[in-house]
């Protein structure tokens, strides 16, 4: 596909963002089932993403400009839109006894980021439909 379509029909259509949203709660998943595999583990600490923040900083930084990097060794100029949310690792002492992972607290949270994939994926689906009834339409 070329990019002169690429940048006119994809990236103009929202896809990226939702991309990104889908990456992130996929990310968030695997956060919280390694929580809840890791809940008699001890002293493991339970790791979340800051979800809202995490795409709020992702929709900001379409807006901003990035140098390129031409080497791994280079220092990052300005913000990257493929940066990785950062993980957030819980220090508090607050727990089950072995660790710090609330159970109660990880379902309802893998709950929730299954509502969130689950939007995700039939807004990514609608968008689709609209570009394929946009291609046959006369």
């Known amino acids: 596909m ?14 990226p963002i939702l991309q990104k949203f ?3 709660a996929s990310l968030r998943h695997k956060l919280i089932a390694g929580n809840i595999a890791n809940i008699s583990t001890p002293q493991y600490q339970s ?4 979800f809202h923040a995490a795409l709020k900083n992702a929709i900001d930084n379409r807006r901003h400009v990035a140098g390129i990097l031409t080497h791994p060794s280079h220092i990052p100029v300005g913000k990257h839109k493929d ?4 993980i957030e690792v819980n220090q508090s ?3 089950n006894g072995i660790n710090n992972v609330n ?10 980021n ?7 994926t039939t807004l990514l689906a609608k968008k689709f439909e609209g570009l394929r009834n946009a291609i046959k339409s006369k």
């Open 83 to 86: 940066q990785a949310p950062e």
């Open 47 to 50: 790791k979340d993403i800051d």
């Open 93 to 95: 002492r607050e727990g």
């Open 114 to 120: 299954q509502l969130y994939f689950s939007i995700g």
């Open 103 to 112: 159970a109660d607290k990880e379902v309802a949270n893998l709950a929730t």
């Open 22 to 24: 889908l990456d992130m």
């Open 2 to 15: 070329s990019d002169l379509i690429k940048k006119a029909v994809f990236d103009k259509s929202g896809i």
